[in-house]
């Protein structure tokens, strides 16, 4: 079972608020992943880091996201400006191998 | 980039019988399948996974099987029961550990008595 812990569970924001969530990984697990899941079930992956650097980005993320994995805090991705389209479930997972997901993020962008 | 296709939407079996989800991928560099289920208004839970070296993994009722030619793989729910309902995704991405997955867009099984 997973142990990747995620907060909140629910986000309700508007368009154009800065929208925050935070993962604390499993213990010992060096890479953490974030991933949206919209509601027709379509995965995209956002970025990921290894201890505190990020490993790999799609470009959405560069622009109008900023996430981080500082040391002895909770990794947070927050999105800048939110827009309509980024309602969805946001999934953190953290992996040594295998990736566990936490219980995600639903957020409403209203 | 990769793409995974999950070929059945939906799966409805009959308690006791096989469900079988097919996916296919298209990047030769794949290596690692897994799969995930997900219950109503819950996350993704790890179900059990295969890599490349090898073209069949059993994990207690659940068979994944691994066609590296046809770029296809699938899983079996042997013996179905009904907490087996649920979405059923699976994913793939290549060799480097901290690489993202690529995923299918799920298979939702039902289970009836």
């Known amino acids: 079972n997973s142990k990747v812990i995620q907060t909140p569970r629910y986000l309700v924001k508007g368009q154009g608020q800065k929208a925050k969530m935070r993962c604390i990984p499993e213990k010992g697990h060096p890479v953490v992943f974030w991933y949206q899941q919209n509601k027709n079930n379509e995965f995209k992956f956002l970025i990921n880091f290894q201890n505190q650097e990020v490993l790999q980005q799609i470009d959405m993320t560069e622009k109008r996201f900023s996430a981080e994995c500082p040391s002895n805090s909770p990794c947070s991705l927050e999105i800048q400006s939110s827009e309509a389209g980024d309602s969805a479930l946001y999934l953190c997972a953290s992996s040594l191998g295998e990736q566990y997901f936490g219980p995600g993020t639903r957020l409403t962008v209203l | 980039g990769e793409k995974v296709e999950q070929h059945e939407s939906t799966l409805s079996v009959r308690e006791g019988d096989s469900a079988v989800i097919n996916c296919t991928y298209t990047d030769t560099a794949s290596s690692y399948f897994p799969w995930y289920k997900q219950e109503a208004g819950k996350s993704l839970h790890f179900v059990i996974d295969?890599?490349?070296?090898?073209d069949r993994k059993q994990s207690q009722r659940l068979i994944v099987l691994l066609d590296k030619k046809a770029k296809r793989f699938s899983l079996h729910i042997t013996a179905t029961q009904p907490e087996d309902s649920a979405i059923y995704f699976c994913a793939a991405k290549g060799n480097n550990y901290a690489q993202g997955l690529t995923f299918g867009l799920g298979t939702r099984v039902s289970v009836f008595p």
């Open positions: 295969i890599r490349s070296n090898v």
